[in-house]
């Protein structure tokens, strides 16, 4: 499986958008990206994913370079309940491919 | 809203006790998942199931087993508790693989063992 490079720490003022980047440059061509978040003391929680178009949710939307080398999670209005580590991983689409490997993540604060 | 939820919270017990964790999901989701996490070392698979009556090994299956008797619950049993088990312990549920593989986690079990 790709690894995924983060940076550890990132802060963002309340409202506005939190660009969160993820570097994957040895993804392979069917692996997705997934994002998921973990806040304090709760089990971590599913995002957005995607291939290689962007993707769009209620929650963020998730950008992709065409060389999909990279990727941006965005937060379109970050809240202080937003706070919180976020893990970008890479998961094959093939069969067998179950397990989720979690690196160690950005922790994002939004500040008040 | 989807729903995976766990016997406890907090759970405390003595060495060499066999620990029970349930988990259950509302989903109808084929796959299964107990995980435990701990600072510096990340989320790591113990077991996942893919079916019912099926189980396969993560990557730290020693000390564990799993039973899945019925399709929305998935048990992690620790035979023998001991110290180095303790852990926040994570079970997750998911449609299917690669692109329907969204794991949705439940609250999680703070174990010790004392």
């Known amino acids: 499986d790709a690894k995924t490079t983060q940076p550890p720490s990132m802060d963002c003022a309340e409202g506005r958008a939190a660009n969160l980047p993820c570097n994957h440059s040895?993804?392979?061509?069917?692996?997705?990206v997934y994002w998921y978040r973990q806040i304090h003391s709760q089990g971590p929680q599913y995002i957005i994913h995607?291939?290689?178009n962007n993707e769009t949710n209620e929650m963020a939307s998730l950008i992709i370079t065409e060389d999909r080398k990279s990727s941006t999670l965005i937060l379109p209005h970050a809240t202080l309940r937003d706070t919180a580590v976020y893990y970008c991983i890479a998961v094959p689409s093939g069969a067998g491919s179950y397990q989720l490997t979690f690196g160690k993540g950005t922790k994002l604060s939004v500040i008040p | 809203d989807v729903k995976v939820t766990q016997s406890s919270r907090y759970l405390v017990k003595r060495t060499g006790e066999k620990v029970f964790l349930e988990c259950v999901q509302d989903m109808d989701h084929e796959n299964m998942f107990w995980y435990r996490q701990d600072p510096g070392l990340g989320l790591r698979l113990i077991y996942f199931?893919?079916?019912?009556?099926?189980?396969e090994k993560g990557d730290i299956p020693e000390g564990y087993s799993v039973s899945r008797e019925k399709k929305e619950r998935f048990s992690l049993i620790l035979e023998s508790a001991s110290t180095n088990q303790t852990s926040m312990y994570l079970c997750?549920?998911?449609?299917?693989?690669?692109?329907?593989?969204?794991?949705?986690f439940g609250p999680g079990t703070r174990l010790t063992v004392l």
């Open positions: 997750a549920s998911s449609l299917g693989q690669g692109a329907y593989n969204e794991q949705f």
């Open positions: 995607g291939l290689k």
């Open positions: 040895t993804i392979s061509g069917n692996e997705y």
């Open positions: 199931s893919y079916d019912v009556k099926m189980k």
